[in-house]
């Protein structure tokens, strides 16, 4: 952990508004919602947890502050989604640190690669998402605000 102030841990239902409140203020931000986000936002039991998915939250300095997922896509592919960082505690390392846990979690399952959807104006998370690993691939998927895909091959070992 680079920062001790930076606490990953695990989804609780209890966390439900605070994922959805950090997704939906980047979303509207920069794009609008789509009727996906809506039902997987407001219900991530349903649409991740009970799907095989994970979802961590990010603590700063014991405060709630992000988000992310990984959602079962089939076996041995997970997405990597629904990362967001409240605004007021970006530049933090927190989406960097959330990323992690999600690799490694997903490294656990034995997880063969983890693809994420995202838009190319978001520049921060590009470069965060390549310093991880991720490379460009052919887009599909199933959100019209993305406009690259990228993906993340784990080693099996």
């Known amino acids: 952990m680079e920062n001790s102030a930076i606490k990953v841990i695990s989804y609780k239902a209890e966390h439900q508004p605070w994922f959805e409140k950090f997704n939906r ?19 991530p ?8 998915g994970f979802i961590f939250m990010g603590l700063y300095e014991n405060e709630l502050v992000g988000t992310v997922a990984l959602k ?11 990362m967001a960082v409240d ?28 693809v994420l959807y995202s838009n190319t104006k978001l520049i921060s998370a590009i470069a965060l998402y390549r ?5 460009e691939v052919p887009l599909d998927g199933p959100y019209k605000r993305s406009d690259i895909k990228m993906e993340l091959l784990l080693s099996r070992q």
Request: proline share 3%; no cysteine.
């Open 45 to 52: 039991d349903e649409y991740i947890i009970s799907k095989g």
């Open 87 to 114: 605004e007021k505690f970006q530049g933090k390392k927190i989406g960097k640190e959330l990323s992690i846990a999600a690799i490694s979690k997903a490294q656990q399952l034995q997880a063969k690669k983890i």
């Open 72 to 82: 079962f896509l089939s076996p041995g592919v997970y997405e990597f989604t629904k």
């Open 25 to 43: 203020d980047w979303i509207e931000k920069f794009f609008w919602m789509e009727p996906l986000d809506f039902e997987v936002l407001q219900n």
């Open 131 to 135: 310093k991880l690993g991720f490379v």
